[in-house]
């Protein structure tokens, strides 16, 4: 069981958003604004896609955002592209850790 | 451009021992903590453990405590992952991953493609 939950999986039809959210507790998500998002396609490396909560590191389009609301963050994707069908995975800074936890990630299908 | 190349992974019996290695190039090495991420077959990422730039800062998760050591050789550029006492569930695709800041700032940019652990019996 993953310190961060996430729902397995979200989907969307070309164009729209989906949101994919990550629920953590006081003693990560809800302290630190240290959340972060990764990008996984099959048999690929994790890409970074927002750093900081909110934080777009260069390269990655305008299309992504995230936010943060007491122990939940949220990973927003606009206008949704076939090539942002992938895994999803939120992390964050734990006191209770020893450094970060991640969450199990979420399958995002584009229909 | 900064990459991360990973090496070392392997068939290995349960008991067994493994070095992995990341040669780092395009950044100053000795001035950013890295770490090791893994992801067994079908599974989420794991934070396995980081080093600070001087290599003087080391962390773990607490199933590899006493049977991993992280070190690096800052002359080389190199950061490695010495496992011993292998075991069935050290199964995984192994990561190195580049903290962005000198400290251990929670999360990490970029990541190298990875080096496959297999532990059978």
């Known amino acids: 069981q993953s310190a961060l939950t996430q729902p397995a999986s979200v989907s969307g039809s070309p164009g729209q958003s989906i949101t994919i959210s990550c629920t953590g507790t006081s003693s990560d998500v809800g302290t630190y604004s240290l959340v972060s998002w990764y990008q996984q396609h099959p048999g690929k490396a994790p890409k970074l896609m927002i750093y900081e909560v909110s934080k777009r590191p260069s390269g990655v389009s305008n299309r992504f955002s995230g936010s943060k609301s007491g122990n939940t963050a949220s990973l927003t994707i606009s206008g949704l592209q076939a090539e942002d069908e992938a895994d999803y995975y939120c992390?964050?800074?734990?006191?209770?850790?020893?450094?970060?936890?991640f969450g199990g990630g979420t399958k995002l299908t584009v229909l | 451009e900064v990459q991360l190349l990973e090496s070392g992974g392997g068939l290995v019996q349960p008991g067994g021992s493994l070095r992995l290695s990341c040669a780092a190039s395009?950044?100053?090495?000795?001035?950013?903590?890295m770490s090791w991420v893994r992801q067994a077959p079908g599974k989420g990422l794991e934070w396995v453990s980081g080093i600070s730039g001087s290599g003087t800062n080391t962390k773990y998760i607490d199933s590899v405590k006493g049977r991993f050591t992280i070190s690096r050789d800052n002359s080389k550029n190199t950061l490695y992952l010495q496992m011993n006492s292998l075991r069935a569930e050290d199964t995984a695709v192994y990561y190195c991953?580049?903290?962005?800041?000198?400290?251990?700032?929670?999360?990490?940019?970029?990541w190298g493609q990875g080096t496959l652990v297999t532990v059978f019996s």
């Open positions: 992390c964050s800074y734990a006191r209770s850790s020893t450094y970060v936890v």
């Open positions: 991953a580049k903290d962005p800041y000198g400290d251990y700032t929670g999360w990490f940019d970029p």
């Open positions: 395009g950044f100053t090495f000795v001035g950013y903590t």
